[in-house]
């Protein structure tokens, strides 16, 4: 398990994820050397990372629900988790062995791999595929381990959007695809790999923020800091009360992937949890809270394989990185 100092660092970064050290310093009452340290030793032991995602604007989704022969699941999810435009994978109980988000640019890349291009395992039987019609949270999350006091210290200021807002372009694809590894990069590294200066990268990364473009989250290690079980629930919502419905649970603190999506179950949910009986106190909650919801259908996850380009051992410690990629669909040459 993660000291108290470390959730701490963890839950700032969630907060403010290209935070600089001496920003840090007085909320966590730690020099910025010694916050550097400690984050390079998480990041070494693939407890903790920063990375890039891409709002709901700029790509389309899609979940994949896949039957497997007897004994091939983990064998499936890893395959899965090697393909750039499948973001998280994981291993379940129920009819379904396994799930995995799938992202592409478009409705139409989207359409293609679903249809044509997505390479299904040989060992997987049955596959049912789900469209979002809408995202509605879990791409970031915290700990929520520091004080208010502390969080208004840490929190990003929110700027004005920018003046007008361009089209999503090659230049920002290529510097979404430089942060895949590391959303924590300089940018002089930026700069140097991506052949511009590091005011234009510096600018660009600023618009893009402001814009909603993108979204930087600090991901870790979840059995190490208290939430070891996850469960995938589908909920049956009328068509009025979705957006409110949908958005009331994308904001729970458990919450790590909220989507609505086509169907008679129109609502995903992913959730971590501190325990099997976390499980029934949600559910629980849910039922009080949302008297027109109904949940369809619970599964426990029993493994995570990759997360949002980690792949991920049994502790969910990061071991390699397949960065997210929605345009290597339809782009092989981007992978």
């Known amino acids: 398990m993660l000291d108290e100092t470390d959730l701490a660092l963890v839950d700032a970064l969630q907060l403010n994820p290209r935070a600089s050290w001496s920003s840090l310093a007085d909320a966590l009452e730690l020099a910025p050397i010694t916050l550097a340290r400690r984050w390079q030793r998480l990041v070494d032991d693939g407890t903790a990372w920063v990375t890039v995602a891409l709002s709901d604007r700029q790509m389309r989704g899609a979940i994949l629900e896949l039957s497997c022969r007897p004994g091939t699941a983990r064998a499936v999810a890893l395959e899965l988790a090697e393909l750039p435009h499948v973001s998280t994978v994981g291993v379940t109980t129920g009819r379904f062995q396994v799930f995995a988000l799938v992202l592409a640019p478009s409705l139409a890349a989207i359409a293609d791999v679903l249809v044509r291009s997505l390479p299904v395992p040989a060992d997987v039987t049955t596959l049912h595929s789900h469209l979002y019609s809408g995202l509605f949270g879990g791409v970031v999350w915290r700990l929520g381990v520091i004080n208010r006091v502390r969080t208004e210290q840490v929190r990003e200021p929110a700027g004005p959007p920018p003046e007008r ?100 179950a129109n609502l995903a949910l992913v959730v971590s949890l501190h325990s099997l009986e976390h499980l029934d106190e949600l559910l629980a909650r849910i039922v009080r809270d949302h008297p027109t919801a109904a949940v369809v259908d619970r599964r426990v996850v029993l493994q995570q394989v990759k997360v949002h380009g980690r792949i991920v051992d049994e502790l969910g410690r990061s071991v390699r990185v397949v960065p997210v990629d929605p345009w290597a669909a339809v782009d092989p040459i981007s992978r």
């Open 165 to 264: 807002i361009r089209p999503f372009g090659e230049g920002d694809r290529r510097l979404f695809l430089a942060l895949g590894h590391d959303g924590r990069r300089s940018y002089q590294d930026l700069a140097a790999e991506l052949g511009v200066s590091p005011q234009a990268v510096r600018r660009r990364l600023d618009r893009l923020h402001r814009n909603g473009d993108i979204t930087f989250r600090c991901d870790v290690a979840r059995p190490l800091t208290g939430w070891g079980t996850m469960a995938f629930l589908w909920l049956s919502v009328p068509d009025g009360d979705l957006p409110a419905v949908g958005r009331a649970l994308g904001a729970l603190p458990e919450t790590r992937h909220c989507s609505g999506v086509p169907g008679p």
